[in-house]
């Protein structure tokens, strides 16, 4: 499908609640990898899904320490928010954003300046830790200072259960309240826009059937072909951080 921008910024121009949905593509560059495009993570290094698998982390110490190791140079803690984060929040300044529905843990929707009531993170986020057993949450960099202090697989202070960063790993549930939050800020949308996903990871890719079932435009903006091309009213390819403060205007 061919799509124009021009086509696109006049959509968002007219719209009133535009729900964007984003996944790791709107990081790269910012020094994020994704883990499915052509440089990801896991396309580059099969193993590394394993670290994301909550059945290995669990039993097997040498997958968390392993894990742990990788969380002290997460490039979450050191990235900046690019030009796409940066249009998103202009996107609410110009009072369009209903809601911003993220895939990623990142955080840099919120540091570009989206209200973090806005932003519905469906799996987690790395800058805190909790305990799988009792449900602690705190400051991820806290105990990060443990690993670097020489506890390669710290256990939970309060209870001794085990640790791992506030994000939804596979093989773990997501939370029903924030599934529902997002699909029904999807279902009150009159525009999907689709940035920077595969779209593979259900439910939060229902999200955009159901955008469209409840009579929003959809818009896809995404290097690689997504299972709902075919669905959408628009498919730009384009580079995000290039492509989308095009279509957002307001940017800067
Ligand atoms: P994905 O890795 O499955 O897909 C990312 C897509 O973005 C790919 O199709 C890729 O071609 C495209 N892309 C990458 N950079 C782009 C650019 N600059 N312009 C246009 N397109 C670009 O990502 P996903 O669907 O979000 O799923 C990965 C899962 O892993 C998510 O659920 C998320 O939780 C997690 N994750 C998060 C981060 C992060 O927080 N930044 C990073 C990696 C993975």
Not at 190 to 219: E, F, I
Request: aromatic share 4%; with cysteine.
């Amino acid at each position: 499908m061919k799509s124009s921008p021009e086509q696109v910024r006049e959509w968002i121009d007219r719209a009133r609640r535009v729900v964007v949905l984003t996944g790791a593509g709107i990081s790269t560059d910012s020094g994020i990898p994704d883990f499915r495009g052509p440089r990801g993570a896991w396309t580059r290094n099969p193993l590394a899904e394993k670290l994301s698998d909550i059945r290995y982390y669990v039993t097997d110490p040498e997958v968390r320490k392993a894990s742990w190791r990788s969380r002290l140079d997460h490039p979450a803690f050191t990235a900046q928010p690019n030009a796409g984060h940066l249009a998103c929040a202009a996107l609410e300044r110009r009072g369009k954003l209903h809601a911003l529905i993220t895939q990623n843990i990142d955080e840099l929707h919120q540091r570009a300046g989206v209200s973090p009531g806005r932003v519905i993170e469906v799996h987690g986020t790395v800058h805190k830790a909790m305990c799988l057993a009792c449900g602690w949450r705190g400051p991820m960099q806290e105990t990060l200072a443990r690993v670097r202090a020489g506890e390669d697989d710290p256990a939970c202070r309060e209870c001794g259960g085990i640790l791992k960063s506030d994000t939804i790993s596979f093989g773990q549930p997501l939370v029903p309240e924030v599934i529902d939050r997002a699909l029904s800020a999807a279902a009150d949308a009159d525009l999907l826009l689709a940035v920077g996903s595969t779209l593979q990871v259900y439910p939060v890719a229902g999200a955009v059937p159901v955008a469209k079932q409840a009579g929003a435009r959809v818009v896809i903006m995404n290097a690689q072909e997504t299972q709902f091309d075919g669905i959408a009213d628009a498919v730009l390819r384009g580079n995000i951080s290039v492509e989308l403060p095009l279509v957002v205007r307001g940017v800067g």
